[in-house]
């Protein structure tokens, strides 16, 4: 480089970074963060929102752990309304059904 060329290329510098530094001066929003994945699948599962949902569910052992799994009958202290409801759950809000034995939940 010449000392013109190297001197021009430093003035642009100077200059984009003044442009640059006066678009975030004007701009005092903060900066937005990528939006999130995942989709229904970070949601809560619909049969939290059912009212006294525990007394209608048993549990299934799963090895390493335990889940919620809908009885195959309704549980005598389990009310009718939030049976309706936990039974009409489709797709990925549906409850596994229970295992021939299941336990009440602990």
């Known amino acids: 480089f010449t000392s013109a060329a190297a001197a021009c290329a430093l003035l642009l510098a100077a200059v984009a970074g003044h442009a640059l530094a006066a678009q975030v001066a ?12 995942g989709g229904a699948q970070t949601l809560p599962p619909k049969y939290l929102s059912v009212p006294d949902f525990k007394s209608c569910l048993s549990t299934d052992d799963r090895g390493s752990y335990q889940s919620w799994c ?11 309304e939030s ?19 299941a336990s009440r939940p602990r």
Do not use: E, I
Request: hydrophobic share 25%; charged share 20%.
């Open 83 to 101: 049976w309706t409801s936990l039974k009409a759950l489709k797709g990925a809000d549906a409850l596994p059904k229970c295992a021939r034995v």
């Open 70 to 80: 809908l009885p195959r009958r309704k549980p005598g202290q389990c009310p009718s």
């Open 26 to 37: 004007s701009d005092p929003s903060p900066p937005q963060s990528p939006p999130m994945s």
